[in-house]
């Protein structure tokens, strides 16, 4: 018997042709098809509906998924039209769905607008900013050469598992003074609310935590953002404060892992970075935020009123997701943008990423580390053969499993 789905489906598929995600008349992103190509999702996207796609972000969950560049911007430019607060929007949304908690209000600059807004950016701006980069080289040192040590005499490891993750988690504890127990607490909720598992359990463990953290921070002030941002002129309450926090550590652990993990692919895949006249591994970087970004699609805002863009009318306060990495790949600015930084990684407009700075150095460090002391490193299994975790939002390997020769531990000076 045919389901609803095949006849719908097989009316768009070419003759002979087993239809594919992108024939549905709203594409999931959710799916494990979506996640193991989604560029050829993009292509077949871009050909059937344009610069916006119809898709579900969870099953019911309905969205638009903005796919071209210039489209983008102008949406991300506009918050008087899109705003970022997702409040009305919830309100019709099931407790249990598992993007809610990625997706819902939040007193903190990624889901508010206006005066609001301006008062938490303001908060956090002040607080990155003081950030000591000049020491960033010297921290990452004193987390990635033990996370070598640690398997450099194996002769194999997972990269993702073994060092971009820790690496990652290592340094945003640091940077905003959080102990490793309350911090495994936030890793821990921050990953299921990525996948959309257990998301609504994940969420509660995640913004406990971080009230732990403030709680801790307020009778034991240190010099890090989580103090920065209490002793801000913004009076940020202790509710305000943890909702800072999970901006800080959602664009931190997931998305700045997988740019470390996703860069070390490509320059494990590609011959072009082999040999003594090879890109650099910023040149390595600036790609890959180009051509396949960790945090894929999201910049979520929502029109206030049926709005029409390009011909196609947006629903009132439902979902508007930029895809970064269809964006980026548009065949409109292909050939004239992809050799500078204009691309959608950091976002856009009001909401680009005020951490985009300390994030590149990070990952920059990260893999010029781990190359130095082992630079024979070679993936252990075919490229085509990588699982890529499915979830709407990010660009996440499974693991990154390499072989290289064994090698003593190194001693930190």
């Not at 590609?270 to 650099?280: K, M, T, Y």
Request: hydrophobic share 40%.
């Amino acid at each position: 018997m045919t389901t609803p789905f095949e006849t719908r489906a097989a009316a768009f598929a070419a003759p002979g042709e087993a239809p594919t995600i992108a024939d549905r008349s709203e594409i999931p992103l959710y799916s494990e098809e979506f996640a193991r190509d989604p560029h050829h999702i993009y292509d077949l996207a871009r050909r059937r509906f344009g610069s916006l796609v119809p898709v579900e972000l969870s099953e019911g969950i309905p969205a638009t998924l903005v796919i071209g560049y210039w489209t983008a911007v102008k949406i991300l430019q506009d918050p008087g039209r899109f705003s970022a607060d997702p409040r009305i929007w919830q309100q019709g949304v099931p407790d249990d769905c598992p993007v809610k908690p990625m997706l819902e209000y939040r007193p903190n600059a990624l889901r508010s607008g206006g005066a609001a807004h301006a008062r938490f950016r303001q908060a956090n701006v002040d607080s990155i900013d003081k950030v000591d980069q000049n020491r960033l080289f010297r921290d990452i040192e004193q987390i990635a050469v033990p996370l070598i040590n640690s398997f450099c005499e194996d002769g194999t490891a997972d990269l993702l598992t073994q060092y971009a993750f820790p690496v990652t988690f290592a340094y945003l504890n640091s940077m905003v003074g959080c102990p490793p127990e309350i911090g495994q607490q936030v890793a821990q909720g921050m990953a299921m609310m990525f996948e959309g598992t257990d998301a609504a359990e994940g969420n509660q463990l995640f913004v406990g935590a971080l009230a732990d953290l403030v709680s801790l921070k307020r009778a034991a002030p240190g010099d890090d953002l989580t103090t920065r941002l209490l002793h801000h002129p913004a009076e940020l309450t202790d509710e305000e404060m943890a909702h800072q926090l999970v901006t800080i550590y959602g664009a931190g652990i997931e998305p700045l892992q997988n740019l470390i993990a996703n860069t070390l692919l490509l320059m494990l895949t590609d011959d072009r970075f082999i040999g003594d006249r090879a890109p650099s591994t910023s040149d390595a970087l600036n790609e890959l935020l180009f051509k396949d970004p960790p945090l894929a699609n999201f910049g979520i805002v929502y029109p206030r009123q049926p709005t029409e863009v390009e011909g196609v009318y947006l629903p009132a306060n439902q979902p508007v997701v930029t895809s970064m990495a269809a964006c980026n790949n548009d065949p409109a600015i292909v050939g004239k943008y992809t050799d500078n930084r204009s691309h959608l990684a950091w976002g856009a407009g009001p909401h680009v990423c005020p951490a985009r700075s300390v994030a590149y150095l990070v990952a920059l460090n990260a893999i010029d580390q781990l190359l130095d002391l082992l630079p024979e490193m070679t993936l252990t299994c075919r490229p085509e053969d990588l699982v890529w975790r499915p979830g709407p939002f990010h660009r996440s390997l499974e693991q990154l499993p390499v072989t290289f020769p064994k090698s003593q531990p190194v001693v930190l000076l």
